[in-house]
């Protein structure tokens, strides 16, 4: 089963199955039940409060699978297993079992009432629908951390790419990536400075430093070797951005859309960072702070397999410059 | 494209470097116009010698595969540098089961020579 079908199955089974439990407890004693139902009750145990079967049931469906959709949603979106999410896998299944219980118990105390008035709830229903949920609570938490991250499962990212490489031989991966999208706002930004400089002093020179910086950076050098991955402009080999080698704790590639990494160039996004030149093959870096690096550049999978045999290999050798 | 180089191997490490640049454009990984990393970069990434990374694109010009231009580093010439590639590693092949055969430099120079004759 895929990781991401396997998690939503995980959330949202105890809602369903408390819903089941109630609509099949509701089934059951259906010709027993008087309608309205006694629905609320005192700290003396009596009821006070009145619904409808129909209304009732509503309420069930509503809250039980609403609240089992509301859990599942986020969880399709997570990318690293649900182990960091036990704690909410927990409460999910606590309050599924609390719901489910508390329904089902006021069901069965309405059962062989005349009159929901004289149904009757006693206040230990509640300790052991806390003691059910405090139990489901249990499982779900021991379900979830069992749930790592998406390296143990059948994911997308289980077989990191290796590339063979003899005992002592030493590789570098390079290659330059241009952005027209960078050049194209850089020449612009430069164009417009250029003639607020000519019309008259003010914001114009500043236009043409970011302008050119923006130009500059349209085309960079990706460089992973030994040291780690190094991204710097393609004419001078500083100033750059480097990640050390022990930094990296996995490396793979994929197709990304510049958009869903968060546009052109330099992106900070939840979780993570990513260089943008231009939609298309992409090094993806996860990074020992668990965070995540990347970078849109061709050729990206032997980038991605020579730094996983690199990190496999260990530290960086000794007497490197930085 | 992917530089590899063992300082174990009977190659030396020039030859290593130039055999990387020629199989990436051999492959179509490198295409013409493109630039080859400056040559102190490389040499500080691989762990060697600025003059050993030199005398590996100095092998590449002399086989037409590159153009060293002072200021604009190391370029892959325009002129049919895929097909060049492989028919140098085609002569590369030749040479290393020449050896292997234990052939002399002559012998193979006039066996190249006959099938060039012979059209």
Not at chain 1, 134 to 152: F, Q, V
Not at chain 1, 296 to 306: G, Q, R
Not at chain 2, 1 to 12: E, H, I, T
Request: proline residues 5%; positive net charge.
């Amino acid at each position: 089963m895929r990781p991401v079908r396997r998690r939503a199955l995980i959330v949202a089974l105890p809602f369903a199955l408390a819903w089941a439990v109630v609509l099949a407890t509701f089934t059951g004693l259906r010709d027993r039940l008087p309608d309205p139902l006694a629905t609320h009750f005192g700290a003396d145990g009596t009821a006070d409060g009145f619904t409808g079967t129909g209304a009732f049931l509503s309420v069930v469906t509503t809250v039980l699978l609403g609240s089992g959709l509301l859990t599942l949603v986020p969880t399709l979106r997570l990318t690293k297993g649900l182990r960091p999410q036990r704690l909410a896998v927990a409460l999910g299944y606590g309050m599924s079992a609390l719901l489910g219980y508390a329904f089902a118990a006021l069901l069965i105390a309405n059962a062989d009432a005349v009159r929901a008035s004289r149904v009757s709830q006693p206040l230990w229903h509640l300790g052991i629908a806390l003691a059910v949920a405090a139990a489901m609570g249990a499982l779900g938490w021991l379900i979830a951390s069992r749930d790592t991250a998406p390296g143990a499962g059948p994911g997308k990212g289980a077989a990191a790419p290796r590339l063979p490489l003899a005992e002592g031989e030493v590789a570098t991966w390079t290659r330059t990536v241009g952005s027209p999208v960078l050049l194209a706002v850089g020449a612009g930004t430069t164009l417009l400075g250029a003639v607020l400089v000519t019309v008259g002093p003010g914001t114009g020179a500043w236009l043409i430093v970011i302008g050119l910086i923006t130009t500059a950076s349209a085309r960079c050098r990706v460089t992973a070797d030994r040291r780690g991955l190094a991204v710097a402009s393609w004419f001078a080999p500083r100033p750059r951005m480097r990640i050390p080698l022990d930094r990296i704790e996995r490396a793979t590639s994929r197709e990304a859309a510049a958009l869903s990494l968060g546009g052109w160039g330099y992106r900070i996004r939840g979780g993570g960072s990513a260089l943008v030149f231009r939609s298309g093959d992409a090094l993806f870096l996860t990074l020992a702070t668990g965070r995540e690096f990347a970078v849109t550049v061709d050729d990206a999978a032997t980038a991605a397999a020579l730094l996983n045999t690199l990190i496999e290999r260990g530290r960086p050798a000794a007497g490197e410059r930085g | 494209m992917l530089f590899r180089v063992d300082p174990g191997s009977a190659v030396p490490l020039a030859d290593q470097i130039a055999a990387s640049v020629r199989g990436a454009i051999a492959d179509g990984t490198v295409r013409p116009g493109e630039r080859l990393p400056a040559a102190r970069a490389l040499g500080e990434s691989l762990g060697v010698n600025v003059h050993t990374v030199l005398r590996g694109y100095q092998r590449l010009r002399e086989e037409g595969l590159i153009e060293l231009r002072r200021g604009r580093g190391a370029v892959v010439t325009g002129d049919q540098p895929t097909a060049r590639a492989r028919l140098l590693e085609g002569v590369q092949g030749l040479v290393v089961q020449a050896r292997a055969l234990g052939l002399t430099d002559e012998e193979v120079l006039t066996l190249v020579r006959t099938r060039l004759a012979g059209g």
